[in-house]
């Protein structure tokens, strides 16, 4: 009782049930934005600590798969929902800036949290390596259908593009599944978290299994509710406000849509636990990448009003690109510290302020 009077985050659940009257009441747009993203904070911690408790028992690999698993759950509901409206620029846009959102923000904050509380902070680099070589596959897959699409709108011979979008997106899907496999089955060592630090927080309460799991089952089945109303409310919200649907779909809703990770990202990497941290940070882009968006393009030929295929824009590409090898670059040596963190969150925010300055 005592603890529940106490101020802390936990006041936030109270904006869970305002969130469904004030959407029932169709009051004014940012009204039910502000309430919804405010929901999501708090929802965004359980799922964080559920899975800090779940990996104690399976180890920080599988862990963080069902943090990214479960923390993607909003983002996959929100692009099926637009992809069965027809909006297939908002999924493809959304898709991009959950991927740039997890790259360099997620893991930016990461390192830069991390680093204001524990002066040099250690991973696994050979796991993050590899999971370095799978987003430049995916970022390089990515490409092919949106230059073939270039080419064939120059020439107009477009009958072989929606065949060459489901070929690749089934080979990505294969992909993502061999992954699963290698690192769950055959080469789990390749992922194993480095040495626990001495200054690492030791965890006294620990939940049992069961509790892990439901905890994190119920906190993302609410996160993606939530999720859906703040959609539902972003483009009148944009429009008043002034803002692009183009930074509305890029950058807005793949924060606010991402937030279990990052936070969750945030708090593993406060208590030194650096391997579960980058594990949800670049598993959930791996996972967007590799599944998520060749899985959209293959629901698509049953729902919606046509086939989706993945031609993102030059723009959208480029920055992806670049933020794989950014991120290379910066967490490659298996350290970290505040001001690789800075580094990785300076580059989002300049991105950021490119696409809102970018007219829709």
């Known amino acids: 009782m005592k603890t529940l009077l106490k101020p802390g985050i936990h006041y936030l659940y109270l904006f869970l049930p305002i969130t469904v009257l004030l959407e029932f009441?169709?009051?004014?747009p940012p009204l039910v934005f502000l309430s919804a993203a405010l929901s999501i904070i708090p929802l965004a911690k359980l799922i964080g600590h559920s899975t800090e408790q779940i990996a104690t028992y399976?180890?920080?690999?599988l862990g963080a798969l069902l943090n990214v698993t479960f923390g993607n759950a909003p983002e996959l509901i929100i692009t099926i929902v637009a992809l069965n409206a027809g909006l297939h620029d908002i999924v493809l846009a959304s898709l991009a800036g959950a991927i740039l959102a997890n790259l360099l923000l997620a893991m930016g904050l990461s390192f830069l949290f991390g680093g204001f509380k524990h002066h040099n902070q250690e991973y696994n680099a050979s796991g993050l390596r590899i999971n370095v070589s799978m987003m430049m596959i995916a970022t390089i897959s990515l490409m092919i259908p949106a230059?073939?699409?270039?080419?064939?709108?120059?020439?107009?011979?477009?009958?072989?593009?929606?065949?060459?979008?489901?070929?690749?997106a089934s080979?990505?899907?294969?992909?993502y599944g061999l992954?699963?496999?290698?690192?769950?089955?055959?080469?789990?060592?390749?992922?194993a978290a480095s040495k626990e630090k001495e200054n690492e927080e030791p965890d006294h309460k620990?939940?049992?299994?069961?509790?892990?799991?439901?905890?994190?089952?119920?906190?993302?089945?609410?996160?993606?509710?939530?999720?859906e109303m703040l959609v539902g409310a972003a483009e009148e919200t944009g429009k008043i406000v002034g803002m692009s649907n183009l930074f509305i779909g890029v950058v807005l809703l793949a924060v606010i849509g991402g937030a279990a990770e990052t936070i969750s990202a945030v708090a593993m990497a406060q208590k030194n636990k650096m391997d579960l941290s980058i594990g949800i940070a670049m598993g959930s882009s791996m996972q967007i990448a590799l599944f998520v968006a060749p899985l959209l393009v293959l629901l698509s030929l049953f729902i919606g009003p046509s086939?989706?295929?993945?031609?993102?824009?030059?723009?959208l590409i480029v920055c992806i690109f670049l933020s794989v090898i950014l991120g290379t670059m910066v967490a490659g040596d298996g350290k970290s510290n505040w001001y690789k963190g800075f580094q990785l969150v300076m580059v989002y925010t300049i991105i950021a302020i490119m696409f809102y300055f970018i007219p829709s």
């Open 147 to 168: 230059a073939f699409h270039q080419f064939s709108e120059k020439t107009h011979t477009n009958l072989n593009l929606n065949a060459l979008n489901i070929l690749i």
């Open 25 to 28: 009441m169709h009051v004014s």
């Open 171 to 175: 080979l990505l899907l294969l992909t």
């Open 307 to 315: 086939q989706m295929n993945l031609n993102f824009s030059r723009t």
């Open 206 to 227: 620990r939940w049992s299994l069961p509790r892990g799991i439901i905890s994190l089952i119920v906190a993302s089945v609410l996160a993606a509710v939530m999720s």
């Open 179 to 191: 992954y699963l496999f290698f690192m769950l089955k055959t080469h789990p060592d390749f992922f």
């Open 58 to 61: 399976t180890g920080d690999s």
